[in-house]
């Protein structure tokens, strides 16, 4: 069985991790198939949305521990390989790609599978659901993101206790922190999080490239270089067929065409 499920239907690519009895763990096979399917959700104009989720009871538990050989004895293990090789170029996929990504947690995100979450644009959890940086239980320091989008989504009270403490937050509390966007009750959540990546595939693809490009900087920025980029961005913006169609239809209050360029 394919430990990444992958369908384009309506201009949305949902990609569901497919490792349930691992509780959807990364293996190097999960990293390279999911690599794949956002090169693909990169690369084909078709695809103007991604919805990532998980199988079975389980959103992501982060990196498959038992995969790794630590008994005494047995030879020291680089981490950094792994991190440089497959969770960091997975990060930068994702916060780069031009397209929104929607993620559905729709159970436990724990280690990197909870920081690969918050990664995405706009995350929506089951009310079952619950985030654990679970990397202080195990000797380990957040990773994939972690240490930059704790403390600028919750702030760094929050994000320490996290980071330390290493305890399940409920995906309500999750909410009412502001790590993610809403939650939605269990048996909702795919459609609620499908709804929001439909819309945003009959949406203006380039503008919303933008948006994520301008707040993917502006964590980083002064306000005098940040007001350069919306200027710049906003250039770019305007050369789009998208925002002629806004205007036009805000004009004749109608619903817009958007066709992504
Ligand atoms: C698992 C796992 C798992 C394998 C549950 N692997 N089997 C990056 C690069 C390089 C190196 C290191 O790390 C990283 C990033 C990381 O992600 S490090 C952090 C790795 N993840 C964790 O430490 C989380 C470990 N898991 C847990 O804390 C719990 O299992 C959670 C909170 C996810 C779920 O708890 P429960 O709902 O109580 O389930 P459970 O603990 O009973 O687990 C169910 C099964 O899943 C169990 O197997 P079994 O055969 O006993 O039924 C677990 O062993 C297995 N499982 N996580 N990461």
Request: charged residues 25%.
């Amino acid at each position: 069985m394919a430990s990444i499920l992958v369908s384009l239907e309506t201009g949305v690519l949902s990609i569901t991790l497919n490792r349930p009895d691992k509780l959807n763990a990364f293996n190097p096979e999960m990293h390279q198939l999911l690599r794949q399917a956002l090169e693909r959700a990169h690369d084909e104009d078709a695809v103007r949305a991604v919805l990532l989720t998980g199988a079975g009871r389980a959103f992501c538990a982060g990196q498959d521990l038992s995969e790794r050989n630590v008994s005494p004895g047995a030879a020291p293990i680089d981490l950094a390989i792994s991190l440089g090789s497959h969770y960091n170029p997975l990060v930068r996929r994702l916060r780069e790609l031009p397209k929104p990504v929607v993620c559905a947690v729709n159970g436990v995100a724990a280690g990197a599978g909870a920081n690969i979450a918050l990664a995405c644009d706009l995350v929506v959890a089951a009310r079952s659901a619950s985030f654990v940086q679970a990397f202080s239980k195990i000797g380990l320091l957040p990773d994939s993101g972690g240490t930059f989008f704790l403390p600028r989504l919750v702030g760094t009270a929050r994000a320490m206790g996290l980071a330390l403490l290493g305890e399940k937050l409920s995906a309500e509390e999750a909410a009412q922190w502001g790590l993610i966007w809403k939650v939605a009750d269990d048996a909702h959540l795919m459609k609620e999080a499908l709804s929001i990546a439909r819309t945003f595939s009959e949406g203006p693809t380039k503008g919303y490239g933008l948006i994520k490009k301008a707040f993917l900087t502006s964590a980083m920025n002064t306000l005098d270089a940040q007001l350069d980029l919306e200027r710049d961005l906003q250039r770019q913006a305007g050369f789009t067929e998208d925002y002629r169609e806004g205007v036009a239809a805000f004009k004749e209050k109608r619903k817009p065409g958007f066709k992504g360029k």
